[in-house]
Nanobody, 123 residues
Framework: QVQLVESGGGLVQAGGSLRLSCTAS??????MGWFRQAPGKERDLVAA????????YYADSVKGRFAISRDNAKNTMYLQMNSLKPEDTAVYYC??????????????????WGQGTQVTVSS
């Protein structure tokens, strides 16, 4: 059974940091990414990473503050979020494609999704 499970969300003050984790099971995944969705807004791609970790995509709003990484031996992807702002408040979702599926890093379509984890940044 394919499963993506996020963890690491929570409440943090502006300027603080959080690290999200996404643990995958059931299949071998290639491209993976993090999305976020704030109340009343669309789900946006925040960052994506290639299977080997050598290539990454970041939305302009998080460049220089967030860092995506993965450990394939642990089947886990991470999102290190620094200098958090209140506008980063959202539910963060993990997404993944199977290794056989090739899409551009910035492509918003993914085959598998996690349930989401809430990140709240207070001012």
């Amino acid at each position: 059974q394919v499963q993506l499970v996020e963890s690491g969300g929570g409440l943090v003050q502006a300027g603080g940091s959080l690290r999200l984790s996404c643990t995958a099971s059931g299949r071998s995944f290639g491209r993976m990414g993090w999305f976020r969705q704030a109340p009343g807004k669309e789900r946006d791609l925040v960052a994506a990473i290639s299977w080997g970790g050598g290539s990454a995509y970041y939305a302009d709003s998080v460049k220089g503050r967030f860092a995506i990484s993965r450990d394939n031996a642990k089947n886990t992807m991470y999102l290190q979020m620094n200098s958090l702002k209140p506008e980063d408040t959202a539910v963060y979702y993990c997404a993944a494609d199977l290794r056989a599926v090739e899409r551009p890093l910035s492509e918003r379509v993914f085959g598998y999704w996690g349930q989401g984890t809430q990140v709240t940044v207070s001012s």
